[in-house]
């Protein structure tokens, strides 16, 4: 049986991807669950098993071709019955009918005389209750006006009906005629640049798609910078017991193929910190307008990939000895940096670490990871003269910078936090009863 196997949700607003390559070719056969298209996401490389036993029909893509959620991805000769989500799959080809089958659902009562247009059922939805104030955060309202799209006719997929960013995306590409493009040059004569700038003007350029994780970034950035309102609180730790600590056991580690870290011993302090301060591992929920307190630790680590930073994420981090944290940072670090790693590893965070001190700096900005409520920053640590009990001696001093959501946090609070968090880094052993 003829079917098309298409590039499925992934979840997390990932609308689109890159095929990276295809691991058959037209006229093999295939097996269910055998790996035949990688392709990039813009947080990692995914791996897409045959849904059915069969043979390769057609091809209809190359590997560089960037396919969004539903394009067909290979077209199969399945073996046998095609179960119901494949033979739903060919619907989605053609948007309109079943959109159609949803307008009579939704429209009848409230809005049988307006007479909805067949081309926007949500437009016809959004008009049935008009009283009602749509749900929808911040963000995605400044990009609905960004777009010039009336977010009040945007049909929301969200929990309780709110309007995400991706359903006001959805609406630009369902009503391109009524959905201007973003005006950034509209006024500017200057083609060679949307900024309206003649860059080959003083000289040789060179010019590279926003693509991919890069993309992402930029994306995640602008919604956290624009929602949250930022406040950093600064302080350094004295690590040079710390430093000691992860000396002595350093080679035990190693012998297990384990990298201990400063990052690894950071973790553990800043959970036992969040478990004292439960605000900074709190989330804002925008619609109910509930700060919602996490009875969880999973912190996020910030790993730099040659693609661009990316977070992935130790879970229950509060339930692993120090060795335990610092293999599984070791093994998602290098997924990361692979591409391989598994999205389901990239979501959940509660708090992250940026930890940048490997590279230098003596401070820093981080902006927190929406919708957590708060990000630590430990930069380089380094040994110089500071005053201790009155004497001038060489101690080993980390900077540590936490930008956290002062929507939700004061600075006193904060301030607290971090005087805990440097107290544990100070005091190692406190923590490390479990090093091993």
């Known amino acids: 049986m003829r079917y098309t196997f298409r590039l499925p949700d992934v979840g997390e607003g990932i609308h689109e991807a890159e095929i990276v390559s295809y691991e058959v070719q037209v006229g093999d056969a295939i097996k269910s669950d055998e790996v035949i298209i990688k392709v990039e996401t813009d947080k990692a490389v995914v791996t897409l098993p045959a849904p059915a036993d069969g043979k390769v029909l057609e091809i209809p893509h190359e590997p560089g071709d960037v396919v969004a959620v539903g394009d067909p991805l290979i077209i199969i000769d399945a073996e046998g019955e095609v179960e119901e989500e494949v033979a739903a799959e060919p619907a989605k080809e053609e948007q309109p009918e079943p959109e159609k089958k949803e307008k009579p659902?939704?429209?009848?009562?409230?809005?049988?005389?307006?007479?909805?247009?067949?081309?926007?059922?949500?437009?016809?939805?959004?008009q049935t209750a008009p009283q009602k104030r749509v749900l929808a955060t911040p963000h995605t309202r400044h990009l609905a006006r960004e777009l010039g799209v009336d977010i009040n006719r945007v049909k929301g997929t969200g929990s309780r009906g709110r309007v995400t960013d991706d359903d006001v995306r959805r609406s630009v590409k369902e009503a391109p005629a009524e959905a201007p493009k973003i005006p950034r040059a509209a006024a500017v004569d200057h083609e060679p640049s949307t900024l309206g700038f003649d860059f080959e003007k003083?000289?040789?350029?060179?010019?590279?798609?926003?693509?991919?994780?890069?993309?992402?970034?930029?994306?995640?950035?602008?919604?956290?910078f624009s929602t949250i309102p930022h406040v950093s609180h600064t302080d350094e730790a004295d690590v040079t017991e710390l430093m000691e600590v992860i000396k002595k056991e350093k080679a035990q580690a190693e012998q297990r193929g384990i990298k201990l870290t400063v990052t690894s011993l950071i973790v553990r302090a800043v959970v036992a910190a969040l478990k004292e301060y439960p605000e900074v591992n709190s989330s804002l929920d925008e619609e109910s307008g509930e700060i919602v307190y996490k009875d969880y630790y999973h912190i996020g680590i910030a790993t730099d990939t040659e693609n661009g930073l990316m977070v992935p994420v130790v879970k229950n981090a509060d339930k692993k000895s120090v060795i335990q944290i610092a293999q599984e940072i070791q093994q998602l670090s290098e997924q990361a940096r692979s591409r391989e790693i598994d999205l389901e590893d990239l979501r959940g965070g509660t708090f992250s670490i940026t930890n940048v001190g490997a590279i230098g700096g003596t401070h820093a900005t981080p902006i927190i990871q929406h919708p957590q409520v708060a990000i630590l920053c430990p930069l380089a640590a380094k040994k110089r003269p500071v005053v201790k009990d009155d004497e001038v001696v060489i101690r080993t001093m980390m900077p540590l910078v936490v930008s956290f959501d002062h929507r939700i946090l004061d600075?006193?609070?904060?301030?607290?936090?971090?005087?805990?968090?440097?107290?544990?880094?100070?005091?190692?052993?406190?923590?490390?009863?479990d090093i091993v």
């Not at 659902?105 to 809005?111: D, E, G, R, S, Y």
């Not at 049988?112 to 081309?119: G, I, L, N, S, W």
């Not at 971090?418 to 100070?426: A, G």
């Open 411 to 433: 600075g006193a609070q904060v301030a607290r936090f971090t005087n805990r968090l440097v107290s544990l880094l100070e005091n190692p052993m406190r923590m490390l009863i």
């Open 202 to 224: 003083y000289g040789a350029t060179r010019r590279e798609p926003l693509k991919g994780i890069r993309k992402r970034i930029a994306e995640v950035m602008v919604r956290s």
């Open 105 to 126: 659902k939704k429209v009848p009562k409230k809005a049988a005389a307006e007479k909805p247009q067949e081309k926007e059922p949500a437009v016809a939805e959004a």
